[in-house]
């Protein structure tokens, strides 16, 4: 963690702190991309645009997949507030973004926030595998 990072994520704990303002939860984050330009930022907006996919994470990789190239975006690096949820994550893995750099953990923003957290939804399957690889095997050859 250099200087610079933590200068970075001062912005992002700036953004978390701005989301508040308009009524979301407290979640920013921005993206830096290989010459340390500020290439986008985001805050959570999940209660005024009503979506539970509205993180700042996930936007923010979402847009790196749409508009970077993938050396440009494996060279830019994620700056969040608090470390991305597993669906965040997910994005960041499939966009090419190649560092992400947090504050809180999750641990320790779990800790700031008693009762939060999410259910454990049941899951069952595998199941009609004959049938379900078919498309699948009929895409990728
Ligand atoms: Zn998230």
Known sequence: MTPEDERFLRRAIELAAAA???????YGSLLVGPDGTV???EHNTVLSDRDIAAHPELKLARWAARELDPATAAATTMYTSCQ???????????????????????????ALTPG?????????????FDEARVPVTGFYG
């Open 20 to 26: 508040t303002t308009g009524g979301d939860a407290p």
């Open 39 to 41: 290439l986008a930022e």
């Open 84 to 110: 991305p949820c597993t669906m965040c994550y997910g994005g960041i893995q499939r966009s090419g973004l190649g560092r992400v750099v947090f504050a809180l953990s999750t641990e320790q923003a779990d």
């Open 116 to 128: 939060a957290g999410w259910p454990v939804v049941p899951q069952e399957g595998p199941a009609l």
